[in-house]
């Protein structure tokens, strides 16, 4: 049973506008949350995270938005750019120590020039 | 090369063969991970390994064997392929923080087939 979910398979965004991608999980236990971003014929690259004692996280254009009571994070990325063009992850660590992460199904975000 | 890296990137095997994915990393890493990206699925957990000769299973683990002999090398092999195997099978590796793992730094995909 998927416990991190993302809904949207897909979003497509003018470049230079703000991309929204969103995440809910169904763990309430979950306290550290990842995004990765992955292009095709490439493994997944780690971009940003999230401790469960902030609700939110900045680097650069990159912006994530933890909401707890809802179990809903989002990734905010602004203005976007032709090379945000990916798929992108959420995760979750099933356990402790972090070694078991739990991905959602991941959306495929398209930047139209 | 510094990283980590996985052979091969392509590989079409019949069902009922063994077949090895390899993985190799040069950080030094004491975590090294095997996930499997379906679509519908996103990226889940096989195997994974803390050290050299500890290993644990993952979400997956059915029809797969792991082995770490050296911290660099954690090898994947699939001991009786199924066509249920085909998938893009992803190596991972990170390290111990104060405050847990760090973020896994992942290769770049081995994509088999089993026909």
């Known amino acids: 049973d998927q416990q991190v979910k993302q809904n949207s398979p897909s979003l497509s965004v003018q470049e230079g506008r703000i991309s929204i991608l969103n995440c809910d999980y169904t763990?309430?236990?979950?306290?550290?949350f990842l995004w990765y971003k992955k292009y095709p014929a490439e493994g997944p690259t780690f971009l940003i995270s999230?401790?469960?004692?902030?609700d939110k996280n900045e680097d650069g254009r990159f912006t994530v938005f933890l909401n707890k009571s809802a179990k809903h994070l989002s990734l905010h990325i602004v203005p976007s750019q032709p090379g945000d063009s990916a798929v992108y992850f959420c995760?979750?660590?099933?356990?402790?120590?972090?070694?078991?992460?739990?991905f959602g199904t991941g959306t495929r975000l398209t930047i139209i020039p | 090369d510094a990283g980590i890296t996985q052979s091969p990137r392509y590989k079409i095997t019949e069902t009922g063969r063994q077949v090895t994915l390899m993985c190799h990393q040069t950080?030094?890493?004491?975590?090294m991970f095997w996930y499997r990206q379906d679509l519908g699925h996103g990226l889940r957990l096989i195997y994974y390994?803390?050290?050299?000769?500890?290993?644990d299973k993952g979400e997956v683990p059915d029809g797969y064997v792991v082995s770490r002999s050296k911290t660099e090398n954690f090898p994947l092999t699939l001991e009786s392929a199924t066509r249920s195997q085909t998938s893009v099978y992803f190596c991972?590796?990170?390290?111990?923080?104060?405050?847990?793992?760090?973020?896994?730094?992942f290769g770049q995909g081995t994509r088999l087939t089993v026909v």
């Open positions: 991972a590796s990170s390290d111990m923080s104060s405050w847990g793992l760090t973020e896994a730094f």
């Open positions: 763990n309430s236990m979950f306290d550290y």
């Open positions: 999230i401790s469960s004692i902030k």
């Open positions: 995760a979750a660590p099933l356990n402790f120590g972090n070694e078991k992460l739990t």
């Open positions: 950080w030094s890493h004491s975590y």
């Open positions: 390994s803390a050290a050299a000769d500890i290993t």
